[in-house]
């Protein structure tokens, strides 16, 4: 048990350096746009946030599909499978990046018109949308690379590279909106140049260290491989369709209840977003142990991960929660000071505050199943749990309003987490 604690440790806390950064990130943004003076600003960057969400999620699967394989892979010390399932992934990532970019304009108009975006926010969310969409490749390619790396055991170079990339990114964001001038455009273009350099770095990290085999065209396209491919991959799709779907819905009911309580729910989805990258470290460490001990076909190690991980998960749960309890205001206060958006804002902060305990187990099972590359049980709990979300909240909605949207999201959450406990293989 404690040698699985250390692998799981070690393999969670650059993760967890690495994914941290993310939300920090998004935090900085949100902080930048909050002191411009008009809550349009953070409603175009939660709009704009929640399009690039809606359309990068849809190809989650080049992250989680490339990390299970990989993962059974090395655990089966099948080096040439290894090096297939890297180039494989890349090829798909630049092919999806290069048809997002010149898709930009229908893209955007469609996300726009799903969101029901207000007029006064539309404009500077297109805006945003133009200009990071060049990092597309990038992102997409940072995925496959990422999820090659923790299959390998190795998420140490993905932490260098976050911590380089989202460097680049702060300081590019306040170089282009504090010093040039510019505004919600700046943050954009901080945004799409940083991307571009966090992929190249770590594409020459990972050929310096681990030098992939050369691939054939004829394994590339190896029939059986390409089938399992697909079969994970599709599951994950469909997965992350209904993902899209909540988080969609979730922006759009927050933009028809107005501008002040889209950006309210915008800055209480950032505590989320924290909470979510941060407890994804250790199911990072799951996925990649889960998959192994799969490839080694090694049952007792498995059933230990899957007990370690849970544990470490549910820590990290009570620890955000007392957190958010008691600095939740404050956070808010930091975040803005546009008076309505900071009031309401804590008028809904108990249910954030909720968000851990509950989300918890749907975080960590995720990563254990991503490591069986069971990817049929996630769709299911996913499907069920959407189901649900719906139901609450369209029922709810008339006489709840908002209230109804979080406490929806609350119990989609719980029904993930529940499903997939039900479901774990003995």
Known sequence: MKSINRQIMALALPAIISNITTPLLGLIDVAIVGHFGAASYLGAIAVGTTMFNMIYWLFA???????GIAAQAHGADNLAEASATLRRGLLMAATFGSLMIALAIPLCSLAL???HVESEV????????????????????????NGWLLGRQNTRIPMWIALMT????????????????MRIEGVALGTAISQWLGFSACLIATIRKYRPQKVTFAVLLHRHALARL???NSHIFLRTLCLVAVTMWFTRRGSEFGVTILAANALLMQLFMFFSYFSDGFAFAAEALAGKAVGANDLTTLHTVVKTSLRRGIEVAITFTIAYLLAGPFIISLLTDVPQVVASARTFLPWAVAVPLCGILAFIYDGIYIGLTNTRAMLLSIFFAMLIYFAVE????????????????????LARGIYLHIRLPR
Request: aromatic share 16%; charged share 5%.
């Open 113 to 115: 018109r799903l969101l």
């Open 394 to 413: 369209l029922t709810l909605s008339p006489t709840l309003g908002n209230h109804a949207l979080w406490l929806a999201f609350i119990l989609y959450l």
């Open 61 to 67: 699967f080049l992250r989680m599909g490339t990390a």
């Open 122 to 145: 539309a404009p500077q969310a297109q805006t945003y949308f133009y200009i990071a969409i060049a990092g597309a490749p990038a992102v997409l390619g940072t995925y496959v690379l």
């Open 230 to 232: 697909f079969k994970i």
């Open 166 to 181: 989202n460097l680049a990114n702060t300081a590019l964001s306040l170089f282009m909106v504090f010093c040039l001038g």
